[in-house]
């Protein structure tokens, strides 16, 4: 079997993993009814979708009607959203409200999703086949779509997004039309000579994929729905195969990525275009995509044998397959992701032992209804007080690849709102005050400290330059944060020659939370 680590873009992001030792804590954050999706010690909250035995959606059931449990223990239903209390705001279905990613704060706690072409896992056949399904499932939309989406590929040699979040039918049709696959041809070919196609059963490259739309994705408050178009990594991945070092860096991934995923409040289902397969050409025993799986799967307390179906419904999605009518399948999946329960619990456990994984399960009083949400979430939050920015070097290698990827990609991180501003010498960043995490200092002060990578590149979108610095603003124990405030951080540089664009990307010291922006010099 070939080494867990591949030579491919999201190898170095594996590598950080493992070095790093260790799951992002995320941060506590107040919850109400409707708001961001956040785990802590002391509240986690999760999203249902609810169904009859056909499969239809119900929108109708009250707080009364549902009762959670982790690991077995019955817990206390807090906060609870109905799927009317997320909606897209009045005149949305008529006119567009969202154009670009500076428009979502405009929808409040509404969904969006995000399309995701596999070009690491999919034959060529098959994707051709999916892009065929995704225009005849766009053609039968609205003009104006009743979800934001953000349209993207993970490829070969990078992330590329298609489309920014838009609701523009008619701009999607043109990207899948215009986009060229990022294919590896060679084992594309090594595949049509009876080969697997990619290394490593896709694992490295599919999890560093999720990964950074995760990150990308968690200042949108709402849900997201991340639909993922391709086969994804190998469903025979069995952990119990690999030595116990690369057994143990495989958990170490998985368990960071489903963080990241729960994080972001992202549910991932997945559609394999391959089409209908015969019986006898089956390797892998189906899997009732109504049915809410187990990561236990064997041994161990999160599973040893997590394919990708199996982690599809670790996040509470669906798996689509065996079917020729794709289009009916996303335009299914794009309601499905619209129609969910916010519920809040505060765990009647506050032991963070080990960060082990709590299981989650929610049943409604009907025996003839099927909730589905995430399976459950690791434990074990990390207590952010003094910060201390290391020098760039010493930072743990996966917080580092994340920056770099962050600014050499086109994906819009939205976890801190900032924008670039042209300065005399430089440039200026701005950030939403409310969006760092200020952190007592011991002479009283408060400290926000960031990182900052700029990517400078040229028309053909060729990287000319590149420059970092570790920033930071200091505020009195008196000084009040205003609704709206900004942050400025002088961000001086020569911009080369030929340069069509600057890429910023920030991340917070404390809490990992990134944001980008764009200008031209």
């Not at 969904?111 to 995701?116: E, M, R």
């Not at 838009?166 to 060229?180: C, F, G, I, N, Y």
């Not at 195969?241 to 960071?256: G, K, T």
């Not at 899997?287 to 599809?312: E, K, Q, R």
Request: hydrophobic residues 40%; aromatic residues 6%; negative net charge.
């Amino acid at each position: 079997m070939n080494s867990f680590f591949s030579p491919k873009w999201a190898a170095g992001w594996i590598a950080g993993v493992v070095l790093a030792a260790g799951v992002v804590a995320q941060e506590p954050q107040a919850v109400q009814p409707g708001s961001t999706l956040t785990v802590t010690s002391r509240l986690v909250v999760v999203d249902v979708v609810v169904t009859d035995k056909s499969g239809k959606p119900v929108t109708n059931l009250g707080k009364d009607k549902f009762s959670i449990y982790e690991d077995g223990v019955k817990q206390t239903v807090k906060d609870f959203d109905p799927p009317n209390g997320h909606m897209m705001p009045a005149g949305s279905a008529e006119t567009p409200v969202v154009k670009s990613v500076a428009d979502l704060p405009k929808i409040g706690t509404a969904p969006v999703n995000v399309l995701v072409f596999d070009e690491l896992n999919t034959p060529f056949h098959d994707l051709a086949f999916a892009r065929q399904q995704m225009e005849k499932y766009l053609m039968s939309q609205p003009e104006v779509l009743p979800v934001p989406t953000l349209f993207v590929a993970a490829g070969n040699t990078k992330m590329a997004v298609l489309h920014d979040y838009t609701q523009s039918r008619a701009e999607l049709l043109d990207s899948v039309k215009k986009h060229t696959a990022d294919f590896d041809f060679t084992a594309m070919i090594a595949q049509l000579n009876g080969g697997k196609i990619g290394k490593d059963d896709g694992m490295v490259e599919t999890l560093g994929a999720l990964s950074q739309i995760a990150e990308s994705l968690r200042g949108v408050p709402g849900r997201k729905n991340v639909i993922w178009i391709g086969k994804g990594y190998n469903n025979a991945m069995d952990l119990n195969n690999l030595s116990q070092a690369d057994h143990d860096r495989a958990m170490a991934v998985i368990q960071q990525v489903t963080d990241r995923m729960l994080a972001a409040r992202a549910t991932l289902y997945s559609i394999d275009p391959e089409g209908p397969v015969r019986v006898s050409d089956a390797t892998v025993e189906t899997i009732d995509p109504t049915a809410v799986g187990s990561l236990g799967m064997s041994s161990g307390t999160y599973g040893d044998n997590l394919g990708f179906d199996g982690f599809v419904t670790a996040t509470g999605g669906r798996i689509i397959s065996g079917r020729n009518d794709l289009n009916v399948q996303l335009a299914q999946l794009s309601a499905e992701g619209t129609e969910y329960y916010t519920l809040s619990y505060s765990p009647t456990s506050t032991s963070d032992a080990a960060r082990a994984y709590r299981k989650i399960r929610v049943v409604v009083n009907d025996p003839n209804l099927i909730a589905t949400t995430r399976q459950g979430y690791f434990s074990g939050d990390a207590p952010v007080s003094t910060v201390v920015m290391k020098p760039r070097a010493e930072q743990p290698k996966d917080l580092r690849y994340d920056l770099m990827s962050a600014a050499r990609t086109t994906l819009p991180y939205t976890g801190l709102h900032m924008e670039a501003q042209k300065a005399k010498n430089g440039f200026n960043i701005l950030v939403n005050a409310n969006d760092l995490k200020f952190a007592d200092q011991p002479d009283g002060t408060r400290m926000a400290e960031v990182t900052v990578e700029a990517v400078c590149f040229d028309r053909n979108k060729k990287i000319t330059s590149q420059h970092t610095a570790e920033l930071k603003e200091e505020l009195e124990a008196t000084d009040k944060i205003t609704p709206g405030a900004k942050v400025g951080f002088a961000f001086p540089m020569i911009v080369p020659a030929f340069t069509d664009h600057v890429r910023f990307v920030m991340r917070d010291a404390a809490t990992g939370t990134m944001g980008s922006a764009e200008i031209k010099p």
